[in-house]
């Protein structure tokens, strides 16, 4: 096979996948019972129950600021061990305190966990242990040697030291920050941590070390000639690094202690960015990346120095879509990859060190029981990664063991509350599921009422009927209004695009819940109404909860209210609006409008152009959901327009004027983020940008708004003016916000103190 043309056909394929052989997945049971995802493995001396591991996600402030694990993190845990699967992972787990400057806060705090740093936090490992041991569940801790040129380089402020890496790389979050090179020595001391680290894993009674190797953090900048371009001493080739290491781990643990070893096959970055890297900076840089082939050649060795099973997929934070590949991404992304090293231990004999086969776990939006299941009978894997799915649903192994599929709770792939929410200084959630990371503030069992009320809730989006479900789960009676015929408000446009299947899915959950909820005699559904606060006040409601979303917004310039001017929502929901029109102009290049863009001209051959006011286009998206949307726009040909300002719309034809001044953003750059607003770039202000508008003239048989929206609160002031109810509360979209994870959290948080 040649490696990397299949890789460049891979990356070609994630653009209009459901026209490359991608199935659009649905919580089916087809295949159950699932035998094979629930048949036993062995990895060195360790039997795991099922063939099913919860993936490594950071457990950003799950700790104390000693690096101490908290209830919230142990709780965390013991729900997923409790919910069936068998090989849980941690976050990582740096050990390269003192020496990779990125990881310590001011104060010398941290909000990773630790396990390097006393004796004082072993308790919290030990008990993890003990928890997830109960439920059946083994459990394997991820070391890393550090973030390195993806760590944060505040460090360069309040510590006044500059980040570190393999070699004089750019920083990732600000390339104008240079990390230095560290020093054999430094490299050294990592691999006697990682090995004192493993071995108080497993004092704590842990079950197995995983290493941190892929991504682009430290480790692999040490083992990848992409970032590691040392051309003297120890360290200079490669897989010295990632060898010693294991051996030290070995070492020190013994031959029956289980070592897991995370991995890219490839950075896919000349796949991704072709002739980019040859002139963009810092891409230039890493041009020389490690091969498949090479890579295969490395893991080889990896476990003729003592690693027992690996998960492979691919990418960097350079080009993040594919590391965590979000919402727009197929499922089963990477199963190809994952066969590829499968097949290569397989023709070349490779065995572990206790003689037994090379597990290889697939990774990549296998949250589907059908598709996991068929990807382990096709053996392209020998076990199957599930992140985001166990956050959204806990419960996911045991409902799928039971064949309950149709109850689990889909991840939408929205990445806004597990990895967004702690970009911006939180700490891991989920935006389906408002228990996630709350375990130890909200039982299993939703409480019941000490006072039973009769509830009205208005609106049968996300958030009503999450908090419909809470609040017959108390013990109330309540009545679900819905002005239009079908259930799920803004969902439903949302979940249009191919790109949205998951979304399209958790529409389905919930329209599911409410069937459950319609055999309760508490409860009543009633669609088509719109109901008022006179009504609501003649009902005599104990409680009323006002969850009627939002409304669509209109910028106020000539031509607006023409008869070719449409909002987004309504062309997602009626395509044929726009069907014959040639040249469409989408104002707005928030999420909504690129995503807009995206499905007008993969789906429906549009000659798409999107105008945004903001420097940014999808600016607050995570960086992985921007970086996929934007890639594949700019491979169609899709003219992005930042800084730019609508004027005037015309019967065929919209005037905009363009700010070209040389420091407006390039709108396609993916291989570096969007800073939070509280983190100021000191450089940025010897880069403002200044006015140099133009006047431009774009042809549009077609304008499509995406101007935002504003939240549709006018029923909660009515209610509350007229004292229509004794409680009256607004929540969801129309007290603040837009995106799921709010209207869910604000719901669940609500119903459960009614």
Same mark, same amino acid.
């Given at each position: 096979?040649?490696? *990397?043309?299949?890789?460049?056909?891979?990356?070609?394929?994630?653009?209009?996948?459901?026209?490359?052989?991608?199935?659009? @997945?649905?919580?089916?049971?087809?295949?159950?019972?699932?035998?094979?995802?629930?048949?036993?493995?062995?990895?060195?001396?360790?039997?795991?129950?099922?063939?099913?591991?919860?993936?490594?996600?950071?457990?950003?402030?799950?700790?104390?600021?000693?690096?101490?694990?908290?209830?919230?993190?142990?709780?965390?845990?013991?729900?997923?061990?409790?919910?069936?699967?068998?090989?849980?992972?941690?976050?990582?787990?740096?050990?390269?305190?003192?020496?990779?400057?990125?990881?310590?806060?001011?104060?010398?705090?941290?909000?990773?966990?630790?396990?390097?740093?006393?004796?004082?936090?072993? &308790?919290?490992?030990?008990?993890?242990?003990?928890?997830?041991? &109960? %439920?059946?569940?083994?459990?394997?801790?991820?070391?890393?040697?550090?973030?390195?040129?993806?760590?944060?380089?505040?460090?360069?402020?309040?510590?006044?030291?500059?980040?570190?890496? &393999?070699?004089?790389?750019?920083?990732?979050?600000?390339?104008?920050?240079?990390?230095?090179?560290?020093?054999?020595?430094?490299?050294?001391?990592?691999?006697?941590?990682? #090995?004192?680290? &493993?071995?108080?894993?497993?004092?704590?009674?842990?079950?197995?070390?995983?290493?941190?190797?892929?991504?682009?953090?430290?480790?692999?900048?040490?083992?990848?000639?992409?970032?590691?371009?040392?051309?003297?001493?120890?360290?200079?080739?490669?897989?010295?690094?990632?060898?010693?290491?294991?051996? *030290?781990?070995?070492?020190?643990?013994?031959?029956?202690?289980?070592?897991?070893?995370?991995?890219?096959?490839?950075?896919?970055?000349?796949?991704?960015?072709?002739?980019?890297?040859?002139?963009?900076?810092?891409?230039?840089?890493?041009? %020389?990346?490690?091969?498949?082939?090479?890579? =295969?050649?490395?893991?080889?060795?990896?476990?003729?120095?003592?690693?027992?099973?690996?998960?492979?997929?691919?990418?960097?934070?350079?080009?993040?879509?594919?590391?965590?590949?979000?919402?727009?991404?197929?499922?089963?992304?990477?199963?190809?990859?994952?066969?590829?090293?499968?097949?290569?231990?397989?023709?070349? %004999?490779?065995?572990?060190?206790?003689?037994?086969?090379?597990?290889?776990?697939?990774? #990549?939006?296998?949250?589907?029981?059908?598709?996991?299941?068929?990807?382990?009978?096709?053996?392209?894997?020998?076990?199957?990664?599930?992140?985001?799915?166990?956050?959204?649903?806990?419960?996911?192994?045991?409902?799928?063991?039971?064949?309950?599929?149709?109850?689990?709770?889909?991840?939408?792939?929205?990445?806004?509350?597990?990895?967004?929410?702690?970009? *911006?200084?939180?700490?891991?959630?989920?935006?389906?599921?408002?228990?996630?990371?709350?375990?130890?503030?909200?039982?299993?069992?939703?409480?019941?009422?000490?006072?039973?009320?009769?509830?009205?809730?208005?609106?049968?989006? @996300?958030? #009503?009927?999450?908090?419909?479900?809470?609040?017959?789960?108390?013990?109330?009676?309540?009545?679900?209004?819905?002005?239009?015929?079908?259930?799920?408000?803004?969902?439903?446009?949302?979940?249009?695009?191919?790109?949205?299947?998951?979304?399209?899915?958790?529409?389905?959950?919930?329209?599911?819940?409410?069937?459950?909820?319609?055999?309760?005699?508490?409860?009543?559904?009633?669609?088509?109404?719109?109901?008022?606060?006179?009504?609501?006040?003649?009902?005599?409601?104990?409680?009323?909860?006002?969850?009627?979303?939002?409304?669509?917004?209109?910028?106020?310039?000539?031509?607006?209210?023409?008869?070719?001017?449409?909002?987004?929502?309504?062309?997602?929901?009626?395509?044929?609006?726009?069907?014959?029109?040639?040249?469409?102009?989408?104002?707005?290049?928030?999420?909504?409008?690129? *995503?807009?863009?995206?499905?007008?001209?993969?789906?429906?051959?549009?000659?798409?152009?999107?105008?945004?006011?903001?420097?940014?286009?999808?600016?607050?998206?995570?960086?992985?959901?921007?970086?996929?949307?934007? %890639?594949?726009?700019?491979?169609?040909?899709?003219?992005?327009?930042?800084?730019?300002?609508?004027?005037?719309?015309?019967?065929?034809?919209?005037?905009?004027?363009?700010?070209?001044?040389?420091?407006?953003?390039?709108?396609? =750059?993916?291989?570096?983020?969007?800073?939070?607003?509280?983190?100021?770039?000191?450089?940025?202000?010897?880069?403002?940008?200044?006015?140099?508008?133009?006047?431009?003239?774009?042809?549009?048989?077609?304008?499509?708004?995406?101007?935002?929206?504003?939240?549709?609160?006018?029923?909660?002031?009515?209610?509350?003016?007229?004292?229509?109810?004794?409680?009256?509360?607004?929540?969801?979209?129309?007290?603040?916000?837009?995106?799921?994870?709010?209207?869910?959290?604000?719901?669940?948080?609500?119903?459960?103190s009614i």
């Amino acid at each position: 096979m040649n490696y *990397e043309e299949k890789l460049k056909e891979l990356h070609a394929s994630y653009g209009d996948w459901w026209n490359k052989g991608y199935e659009t @997945p649905k919580m089916t049971a087809d295949l159950y019972p699932y035998d094979t995802m629930f048949s036993p493995i062995q990895v060195n001396s360790l039997t795991l129950k099922n063939r099913l591991i919860m993936a490594p996600m950071g457990n950003i402030s799950m700790c104390d600021e000693t690096g101490r694990p908290n209830a919230k993190m142990l709780k965390y845990f013991e729900e997923r061990a409790r919910g069936g699967v068998g090989l849980i992972t941690t976050g990582l787990i740096p050990v390269s305190y003192g020496i990779d400057t990125s990881i310590i806060e001011l104060g010398n705090l941290t909000y990773f966990p630790r396990i390097d740093r006393s004796r004082t936090v072993f &308790a919290g490992w030990r008990d993890l242990a003990g928890m997830c041991h &109960a %439920h059946g569940a083994n459990i394997f801790i991820q070391l890393t040697p550090g973030l390195g040129r993806v760590g944060n380089p505040q460090c360069l402020t309040n510590q006044l030291k500059l980040p570190r890496s &393999a070699s004089f790389n750019p920083n990732w979050y600000m390339k104008d920050v240079p990390c230095l090179r560290l020093s054999d020595i430094s490299l050294s001391r990592i691999i006697k941590k990682i #090995g004192q680290g &493993a071995a108080d894993a497993k004092a704590c009674n842990l079950d197995g070390v995983y290493l941190h190797g892929h991504e682009g953090y430290l480790l692999e900048q040490v083992t990848n000639p992409a970032f590691n371009r040392r051309k003297l001493g120890r360290f200079a080739n490669y897989e010295t690094f990632g060898i010693e290491m294991v051996k *030290e781990i070995r070492k020190r643990v013994g031959p029956n202690y289980p070592i897991m070893y995370r991995i890219d096959l490839s950075l896919a970055l000349n796949a991704t960015y072709g002739s980019k890297m040859d002139f963009v900076k810092p891409l230039n840089k890493f041009k %020389h990346e490690r091969t498949i082939a090479q890579s =295969l050649a490395y893991m080889k060795k990896l476990v003729e120095a003592g690693v027992d099973m690996f998960d492979v997929d691919l990418g960097c934070y350079d080009n993040w879509w594919l590391p965590h590949p979000p919402a727009s991404m197929p499922a089963g992304c990477f199963l190809d990859i994952a066969n590829i090293a499968k097949k290569y231990f397989s023709d070349n %004999h490779i065995l572990s060190n206790k003689g037994l086969e090379i597990p290889v776990a697939a990774v #990549g939006k296998l949250g589907y029981p059908d598709v996991a299941e068929k990807a382990l009978r096709d053996g392209k894997c020998d076990m199957v990664m599930l992140g985001r799915p166990l956050l959204a649903d806990p419960d996911w192994c045991n409902k799928a063991y039971a064949g309950r599929v149709s109850e689990i709770r889909p991840c939408i792939g929205c990445q806004e509350a597990c990895f967004n929410e702690f970009v *911006e200084g939180g700490h891991p959630q989920c935006a389906v599921n408002p228990r996630t990371a709350f375990e130890e503030e909200y039982p299993r069992e939703v409480p019941k009422a000490s006072v039973l009320k009769k509830v009205a809730v208005i609106g049968a989006g @996300p958030a #009503g009927i999450v908090a419909a479900e809470t609040l017959i789960a108390r013990g109330h009676t309540v009545d679900l209004y819905e002005k239009n015929a079908q259930l799920g408000g803004n969902l439903i446009p949302g979940s249009q695009a191919k790109i949205k299947f998951d979304f399209a899915n958790y529409l389905e959950y919930l329209r599911g819940t409410v069937e459950r909820l319609k055999q309760n005699e508490r409860f009543h559904l009633y669609l088509e109404t719109e109901v008022t606060a006179e009504v609501l006040k003649e009902k005599g409601y104990d409680s009323i909860v006002v969850a009627t979303g939002t409304k669509q917004c209109k910028p106020p310039v000539e031509g607006i209210d023409g008869k070719n001017v449409v909002f987004a929502i309504d062309v997602l929901n009626n395509p044929s609006l726009v069907k014959d029109a040639k040249n469409i102009v989408v104002i707005g290049g928030g999420v909504v409008g690129a *995503e807009t863009a995206y499905f007008l001209t993969y789906e429906h051959d549009k000659n798409v152009k999107v105008v945004e006011m903001d420097k940014y286009i999808m600016n607050h998206a995570f960086t992985a959901n921007r970086g996929h949307i934007i %890639h594949y726009l700019e491979q169609r040909g899709v003219e992005l327009l930042n800084c730019t300002k609508l004027k005037k719309v015309g019967e065929k034809s919209v005037v905009v004027s363009q700010n070209l001044n040389k420091n407006v953003p390039d709108p396609y =750059l993916t291989w570096s983020p969007i800073l939070p607003e509280n983190v100021v770039n000191p450089l940025d202000m010897l880069r403002p940008i200044k006015e140099e508008c133009v006047e431009r003239t774009l042809d549009a048989d077609m304008v499509v708004l995406a101007t935002g929206v504003k939240s549709a609160n006018e029923l909660y002031f009515t209610c509350v003016r007229e004292k229509a109810a004794s409680e009256v509360f607004n929540i969801g979209d129309s007290f603040k916000g837009a995106r799921v994870f709010e209207a869910v959290r604000s719901a669940y948080r609500k119903a459960v103190s009614i």
